[in-house]
């Protein structure tokens, strides 16, 4: 479903002066209906590889299949019709303050042209899937921390992505939120069948919902397998 293959990602250092690699021939295989944990340090290189997938990155070198197409090849065009089938998710929810919940997950669809009554057809579903249509009128700044990544999650589901991608989803969320959210991620896994991506730094996340886990560090995968194999004792 997703292959990362020999990601290489360069930056410059803060004085300019010198490079560094924010990560380092990368390669990793993640299957059609797999929840897939990606941990690691802060600037681990977490970020910069999964903003690789939807080439919101685009990475010094290496390549990025999806479905069988290779991302990194294709025009601007062309990857803006791949990109409706990559959803995104983040920490800091990144909702418009200015829009209301239906208009905030209505969005991508405006944006995609689709017309007023089929947005509507849209929208509604989604609100219930994630339990937000009594706040559909409501601002951001009116909702809860959860309330808002549900938010979040209904904008990501709006375009019918086969794969959905989450930086720190529930960084921001105490644990009783967290656990709610990781719960519509799972139903979003079973019901709907997406790939979910997901970085964190919270090993209980990882170990409730993933199925396989890479662990980076400096750039570069240190261990990869089963989030058994990966959290067995020694
Ligand atoms: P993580 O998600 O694991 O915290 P990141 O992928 O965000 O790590 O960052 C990896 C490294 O790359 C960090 O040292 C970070 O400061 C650096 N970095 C990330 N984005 C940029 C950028 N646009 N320009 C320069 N350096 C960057
Ligand atoms: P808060 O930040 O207000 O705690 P939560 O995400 O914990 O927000 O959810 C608040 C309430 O909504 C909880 O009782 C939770 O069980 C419920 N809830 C969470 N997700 C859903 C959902 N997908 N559908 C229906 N109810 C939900």
Known sequence: MIELQHITQEYDTADGKDKFFACKDV?????PGEI???IGRSGAGKSTLVRCINLLNRPTSGTVIVDGKDLTKMS???LRKE???IGMI???FNLLSSRTVFDNVALPLELAGVSKADIRKKVEPLLELVGLTEHANKYPSQLSGGQKQRVGIARALSSDPKILLSDEATSALDPETTQ???QLLKKINQELGLTIVMITHE???VKQICHRVVVMNKGQVI???SVLDVFRDP
């Open 27 to 31: 390669n990793v295989s993640i299957k």
């Open 36 to 38: 897939f944990g990606i």
């Open 76 to 78: 601007d065009e062309e």
């Open 83 to 85: 990109r409706r089938q």
């Open 90 to 92: 983040f920490q800091h």
């Open 180 to 182: 709610a959210t990781l």
């Open 203 to 205: 090993m209980d996340v």
């Open 223 to 225: 261990e990869e397998g």
